[in-house]
């Protein structure tokens, strides 16, 4: 089983940064595409970032230019570096990893994180 945790949340003023970290342990092996989502208040869970084991990455259209999604596969740690925040980007942002195909030991074939909470004041 792989567990996540999140880290690097807080309160920050519009126009502000914050970094997202994800730290993943237990089987390791298990680790393969990764991302992040987050839930706004009264909205469904969105699709933020995703980064595939080779690096390949996707954004949402909402924050193209402003996050950067990365991974460092020796420390098993995902990242999300949001700039120029707005209120709109204020949720509860969660960290995901999907098990590689073929992989028999990895018994669960998504895990996601507690979540950390963005504040972005205006």
């Known amino acids: 089983q792989v567990q996540l945790v999140e880290s690097g949340g807080g309160l920050v003023q519009a126009g502000g940064s914050l970094r997202l970290s994800c730290v993943a342990s237990g089987d390791t092996v298990c680790i393969s595409y990764m991302g992040w989502y987050r839930q706004a208040p009264g909205k469904e869970r969105e699709l933020v970032a995703t980064?595939?084991?080779?690096?390949?990455?996707n954004y949402a259209d909402s924050v193209k230019g402003r996050f950067t999604i990365s991974r460092d596969n020796a420390k098993n740690t995902l990242y999300l570096q949001m700039n120029s925040l707005k209120s709109e980007d204020t949720a509860v942002y969660y960290c995901?990893?999907?098990?590689?195909?073929?992989?028999?030991?990895?018994?669960?074939?998504?895990?996601w994180g507690q979540g950390t909470l963005v504040t972005v004041s205006s």
């Open positions: 980064v595939t084991s080779g690096g390949r990455t």
């Open positions: 995901y990893n999907k098990r590689p195909i073929g992989a028999l030991i990895c018994r669960t074939s998504e895990t």
